[in-house]
Nanobody
């Protein structure tokens, strides 16, 4: 079992930046792809970005390309989501998740361990 805890959320103005962290309870997370999702009020959970265990392959949805960067520090059992040029439409609860596999896929059902989520609010 791997427990994931998100941190770094909060309130920021349009154009601002935040860095989310996803820290795992076990170093075994180093072997797992990790992704970030978000869920806005009244909407379904949406895939945002994912990273392979080695960190060499990264995936993003078009809406965040060029603004968000996913990275990981396996020595710290932590995956980051650097979010720049934030927009009001980025407002959501952000979740990280890890999967028992190799590929960093975007299907929610493929991920086995989820964090509790953290609020990100971008004011206009």
């Amino acid at each position: 079992q791997v427990h994931l805890v998100e941190s770094g959320g909060g309130l920021v103005q349009t154009g601002g930046s935040l860095r989310l962290s996803c820290t795992a309870s076990s170093p075994t997370v180093r072997n797992y792809p990790v992704g970030w999702w978000r869920q806005a009020p009244g909407k379904e959970r949406e895939f945002v970005a994912a990273i392979t265990p080695s960190g060499t392959s990264l995936y993003y949805i078009d809406a965040v390309k060029g603004r968000f960067t996913i990275s990981r520090d396996n020595a710290k059992n932590t995956v980051y989501l650097q979010m720049n040029s934030l927009k009001p439409e980025d407002t959501a609860i952000y979740y990280c998740a890890a999967r028992l596999g190799i590929a960093a896929v975007s299907r929610t059902s493929e991920y086995n361990y989820w964090g509790q989520g953290i609020q990100v609010t971008v004011s206009s």
